[in-house]
């Protein structure tokens, strides 16, 4: 009992392997960091065939605000893992500034409500008395915030952020709490141009969490022209990822992740399945124009 007497640590934000698309729902800071308007819906099944996986839905748009240097973003989503669940949204807004002709700096910061809930129907308690039984279907509504910065320019950039900064307590019944502990990400990639209508886009991402071991995910996709793109990439000790994506039409993208898994967890399922469907609404049709010629200069909003 002695060894058993301790706490014990995990993830507490869902992992994505689409990562390098949906860059926004890890760091607000992102939010109007493209010069247009972007909605994204987005599935994720982790651990196919083991009961009770994790599984995430999530809607994300943002955008800036023409002519300014404002951009704003919202997140609505849920998670299940086992018998607890939560499903909540949240509200970013983004200050950009120009460092040079080719280099942005961005702030962002979003506060967040999230409706944590305890699915009890589905617990295997050893006693009929446990307290558990009591709150069978507890809730416990959480208020947050999340802060982060990036520093970008057309084929670069690199973001810190800092999530479950409030760190509050989840609690469900008296006298027993659950302490939501801030995750932080290093986000960066690039992308260099490889003849005339092609383009190889490293990327890794970095998450620490408190006494919790460190996740690094690494990613190099090849994309032709705005029509496909594949990629490949490994998360440290658990994965290899493989990603495609196909333009359905004009601005519609469809994303498509499977998690091979290699940890010792293998044995017990089949993989991980992660789709999002996007659109990119263009507010500006010198942006639109810029990127079909396949430049990759910015087209800075006092250009205009």
Not at 52 to 74: K, V, Y
Not at 93 to 98: F, G, L, Q, S
Not at 147 to 165: E, H, I, R, W
Request: with cysteine.
């Amino acid at each position: 009992m002695l060894f058993l007497c301790n706490h014990s640590y995990g993830q507490q934000i869902p992992v994505f392997s689409l990562y390098d698309v949906n860059k926004y729902i890890l760091n607000p800071a992102f939010a109007g960091s493209e010069y247009y308007w972007e909605f994204a819906l987005q599935h994720r099944s982790q651990w196919i065939g083991f009961a009770n996986g994790p599984s995430t839905q999530l809607f994300s748009t943002h955008s800036r605000i023409d002519g300014t240097s404002s951009g704003f973003g919202a997140n609505f989503y849920n998670d299940k893992t086992g018998v607890i669940g939560n499903t909540g949204a949240n509200l970013s807004y983004a200050y950009h500034a120009d460092l040079s002709d080719i280099f942005e700096i961005s702030f962002g910061l979003n506060g967040s409500f999230t409706q944590y809930k305890l699915f009890g129907d589905d617990l295997l308690l050893h006693s009929a008395t446990d307290k558990l039984l009591e709150q069978t279907k507890g809730k416990a509504g959480i208020i947050n915030a999340s802060f982060g910065t990036v520093l970008y320019a057309d084929n670069f950039y690199f973001g810190l952020s800092a999530l479950n900064l409030l760190s509050p307590k989840l609690i469900y019944y008296n006298g027993a709490s659950t302490p939501l502990t801030t995750h932080y990400y290093l986000q960066t990639g690039g992308s260099i141009q490889v003849g005339t209508n092609s383009s190889l886009s490293p990327s890794l991402i970095f998450n620490y969490v408190s006494n919790n071991p460190s996740q690094v995910n690494l990613r190099l996709s090849y994309e032709y022209i705005d029509v496909f793109r594949i990629a490949a990439g490994y998360r440290w000790k658990d994965a290899f990822i493989f990603c495609a994506r196909m333009k359905i039409i004009d601005e519609l993208y469809l994303d498509y992740a499977y998690d091979m898994g290699i940890s010792q967890l293998n044995s017990a399922h089949t993989g991980s399945h992660e789709v999002l469907l996007s659109y990119h609404f263009y507010y500006n049709t010198i942006y639109k124009n810029s990127k079909a010629k396949y430049n990759f200069k910015r087209i800075k909003k006092r250009a205009d």
